[in-house]
């Protein structure tokens, strides 16, 4: 096979890369768009299929200008085009981070945008092992976002108050939850003569049984979280 031949692509080879790009990338934008965020299913098929024609361009685009080095001073490079591919998805990904009250979010939808484009690149340049591989890869970390949220949240540390109906005994208060780590344990009396039992850093796992526990205690009249 001559060099022009390894670098020519068919009508129907070039539909059939562009068409496995962007149902690869609709299917990781599918899990982003279920699960609430703007960059969705088209979103991230625009984008492996961007990706996936700047692939083809890098192979396919340049046939007429492949000959042998000796009798030309022209130079292809395949892999330029699909290097600024790598580049240029970074200001989409960028768009997708927001800073909210102290914590960045959409860092894992820019991720996802940014594997969508290698998803693309890879199918655009027939190499369909890896776009497979990395879409498969994908949706199994972003599918296991959800349940690790649950195990997080399930771990986290909070902060609960706990009102009783009359005066308790603090010492009494203190043994009672000495059970659970935690921080730190205060009663205070209201204005309505009620006393006011705080925790600190107890988890969401633990909120059920302790409030069980200490409505063995008194009348409990209110509770918050957070």
């Given at each position: 096979m001559g060099l022009i031949d390894a670098a020519s692509l068919s009508d129907w080879g070039v539909i059939?890369?562009?068409a496995v790009a962007t149902g690869l990338g609709a299917l990781i934008g599918f899990e982003r768009e279920i699960d609430g965020h703007?960059?969705?299913?088209?979103?991230?098929a625009l984008l492996a299929l961007g990706s996936?024609?700047?692939?083809?361009?890098?192979?396919g685009g340049f046939a007429d200008f492949i000959v042998e080095r000796a009798t030309s001073n022209v130079q292809v490079?395949?892999?330029r085009i699909a290097s600024y591919v790598a580049a240029g998805v970074g200001f989409l990904g960028g768009g997708a981070i927001l800073k909210q009250n102290h914590r960045v979010r959409g860092l894992t939808t820019a991720a996802s945008l940014w594997a969508c484009a290698?998803?693309?690149l890879a199918a655009g340049?027939?190499?369909y092992s890896a776009a497979i591989v990395a879409t498969v890869a994908a949706l199994m970390m972003l599918l296991l976002d959800?349940?690790?949220r649950r195990i997080r949240r399930r771990h986290l540390k909070r902060s609960m108050s706990v009102t009783f109906a009359g005066i308790v005994d603090p010492q009494r208060m203190t043994t009672t939850l000495a059970t659970w780590a935690l921080h730190k344990v205060s009663v205070t009396a209201n204005d309505l003569s009620q006393s006011v039992v705080t925790l600190e850093g107890?988890?969401?796992h633990d909120v059920e049984s302790v409030l069980r526990q200490l409505g063995e205690q008194g009348e409990v009249v209110g509770t918050a979280i957070w």
């Open positions: 059939g890369r562009l703007d960059a969705g299913m088209r979103t991230h996936a024609v700047f692939g083809v361009i890098s192979v490079d395949v892999t290698a998803v693309g340049v027939g190499f959800a349940p690790m107890i988890t969401e």
